[in-house]
């Protein structure tokens, strides 16, 4: 077996790539390398525990190494190996190398739930580098890195990895609610918007992932160049926040989820820059125009690095002034900023449409999306939804039906965008707050189902943290992880009835019922 990897929906056969490339693109040399890392990271993570207390250097390079190892974030070897060294001379001592790799726990149920804690450890470490680059921080998230990655080295009993995983959903609140707190607090509270997914005239720079620092220095840097910038999949809720407004060369979106990018980068003619993980492998039609920075890397293309805590975006700027304008893909405006101080001010609105009948239920259908044809079932869904339901969204799942016409409810739209995959987190304060409204003791007993598209391990994050909340019967797609034996599934299904997608006739029923 040249590689094994099973963190992402995508995975080959549902069980695992284990040839040479992965589905994503992974090279098996860059596979074994994340391995690798993931490896010595544990160590580091042992070395604290037994020190008896978290040094924050060794936090933050866990933190950022794990966002490094996420589904299409870095396909860089050359950055994989500099990650190594640096966590070999971390740990300065020799370590075991004979487990390297996820088959090196033979137990199927103990490797699932480990995986289940290491791929949501991702997710947070993701999320918590988003804050930590804002200047927000927190001690207990640090602590809980050394905590669980250490977990996974040891003998533990079912219960007390159980115990784990649940933390892990615990701990995904705490660092959504921490990276909303920075978003907020840098950028504002996101508005209701109507975003331009048109094109101008002027040359255009498009930028991508989910970092608003990079997209903050950018749009500074290009302000009165005469260049407009564009967002693109999930940087599209950059346009929601009042920061951002205020900056007129800021045109709209263009295109849509990840997985197009190959198609729509080549059609936006000026240069793109990718600032977190949902790049794809690069094709030459577009290979001297598309720049990385932060975690993510790709053998062949210009990385821009970050230096004294400033990212010189000289060389995109001049480039972007010698390309054509985008070409057009698309006309009109998509509408979103439905993040959750925004509809709290709507609450005594949403409240009487509920108490009214106007709106019977609301559907959560968050997360990721993907190449996988069996999607369309989100886009199905959402169009054979009555007129009385309400979705609330957040992360690229949305890209299924954002475009489609589903009209309003008493001036309310169908279609609630909070933002970004990390934006799940309104998601749950929605819900929460709606619970204390309606005195209920028990968040299962709102009018709320769920529908969830996940990908990769953010969205493992999330539904950590929608476990922990205490929510049940969600529906998970388009199939269930392949990281999960079917021990653990039974256990997912006894607690928690968490269930996968069926046909769109037969869930549609069921959700509306």
Request: aromatic share 8%; glycine share 8%.
């Amino acid at each position: 077996m040249s590689m094994f990897c099973y963190q992402c929906q995508e995975t080959m056969k549902c069980e695992g790539c284990s040839l040479k490339r992965g589905v994503c693109g992974k090279e098996e040399s860059t596979a074994n390398l994340q391995d690798e890392l993931v490896h010595y990271l544990k160590a580091i993570a042992l070395k604290n525990q037994k020190n008896g207390k978290t040094n924050k250097e060794d936090a933050a390079f866990l933190m950022e190494s794990l966002f490094a190892t996420i589904t299409n974030a870095n396909f860089d070897d050359a950055r994989f190996k500099e990650l190594i060294g640096v966590a070999k001379e971390k740990i300065a001592e020799d370590y075991n190398e004979n487990d390297i790799g996820v088959l090196a726990t033979k137990d199927e149920d103990v490797r699932s739930l480990r995986e289940l804690v290491i791929y949501g450890l991702k997710g947070i470490s993701a999320y918590a580098h988003h804050a930590y680059v804002l200047g927000y921080e927190s001690d207990n998230i640090y602590n809980f890195m050394i905590e669980s990655l250490a977990s996974t080295t040891k003998n533990l009993s079912q219960d007390e990895m159980i115990g784990m995983v649940m933390k892990t959903g615990e701990v995904a609140v705490e660092t959504m609610a921490l990276l909303d707190k920075a978003n907020t607090e840098t950028y504002g509270n996101p508005e209701i918007t109507k975003v331009n997914i048109g094109v101008g005239t002027n040359p255009g720079i498009l930028i991508s992932g989910h970092d608003l620092k990079d997209m903050e220095e950018l749009l500074k840097r290009t302000e009165g160049t005469g260049i407009d910038v564009y967002t693109h999949s999930e940087m599209l809720p950059a346009n929601y926040y009042p920061k951002f407004k205020k900056y007129k060369h800021l045109v709209g979106n263009y295109g849509n989820a990840w997985w197009k990018q190959n198609e729509e980068f080549e059609s936006f003619n000026g240069p793109i820059l990718m600032t977190t993980n949902c790049i794809t492998p690069v094709k030459d039609s577009y290979r001297d125009r598309i720049f990385t920075t932060g975690v993510v890397g790709y053998k062949g293309v210009k990385h821009i690095a970050e230096d004294n805590g400033k990212k010189d975006f000289s060389e995109i700027i001049e480039l972007a002034k010698k390309c054509a304008p985008p070409k057009e893909i698309e006309k009109g405006e998509i509408v979103g900023g439905f993040a959750h101080h925004q509809v709290l001010q709507l609450a005594d609105k949403i409240v009487e449409a509920v108490k009214s009948g106007a709106i019977k239920k609301f559907i959560v259908m968050a997360g990721c999306d993907g190449r996988h044809k069996t999607r369309d079932y989100f886009t199905k869904i959402a169009g054979g939804l009555p007129q009385d339901t309400v979705i609330l969204t957040a992360g690229c799942a949305k890209y299924r039906y954002n475009k489609l016409d589903l009209g309003n409810i008493g001036g309310i739209p169908r279609v609630l965008d909070a933002g970004q995959c990390n934006d799940s987190y309104s998601l749950a304060v929605i819900a929460l707050k709606l619970k204390e409204v309606f005195g209920l003791n028990d968040i299962n007993k709102l009018p709320i189902e769920y529908d969830i598209a996940w990908y990769e391990q953010k969205a493992v994050t999330v539904l950590l943290a929608l476990l922990h909340l205490g929510v049940k019967g969600i529906r998970l797609g388009p199939t269930l992880p392949a990281f999960l034996s079917p021990n653990v599934v039974k256990i997912l299904v006894e607690n928690f009835n968490i269930k996968p997608i069926g046909d769109v006739d037969s869930d549609l029923k069921e959700l509306i019922a």
